[in-house]
């Protein structure tokens, strides 16, 4: 089962056609991020604690349906680890009536802030401070 969190769409997300601007849909993908990796245990403070942070490479959207003022939708969250340094985390933000109105990829690392380069094995490295990918990799 894929992690989701509830959103509400406020007006002041609005532009100026009266959907809800470009921009927004990365900060809900933000949101659905922060509160999966809160839900699968990851411990931020831990990474910080050890001179690790999350660090984001690259991001795309592709906007299917727009999003109006007080609509309610859902922002999911699924991580997908290789063997490399990046991994990907793609959100999917689906309407009440079930439309996606967007999906969002994101190419993330963990960064070693004092080496300031990419940790080989981030998997490993966020299981270290608790991170179960079970709630968000299932199968990793």
């Known amino acids: 089962m894929t992690f989701r969190v509830p959103l509400q769409v406020r007006s002041y997300e609005l532009d100026a056609l009266g959907h809800v601007n470009h921009a927004v849909y990365h900060q809900y993908g933000e949101v659905a991020r922060v509160a999966g990796f809160q839900a699968a245990g990851c411990d931020w403070d831990g990474l910080v604690a050890k001179k690790l942070s999350p660090v984001l490479l690259s991001t795309t959207v592709n906007f299917r349906r727009e999003l109006r003022a007080n609509e309610h939708v859902e922002a999911s969250c699924e991580a997908k680890f290789g063997s490399g340094k990046s991994f990907h ?22 960064m070693d802030l004092e080496a300031r380069k990419l940790v080989a094995d981030p998997l490993g490295t966020l299981q270290a401070v608790g991170f179960d990918a079970d709630i968000l990799a299932p199968g990793a």
């Not at 309407?95 to 963990?110: F, H, P, Q, R």
């Open 89 to 110: 985390l793609d959100t999917v933000i689906t309407k009440a009536d079930g439309t996606i109105s967007a999906d969002i990829t994101c190419v993330l690392g963990i």
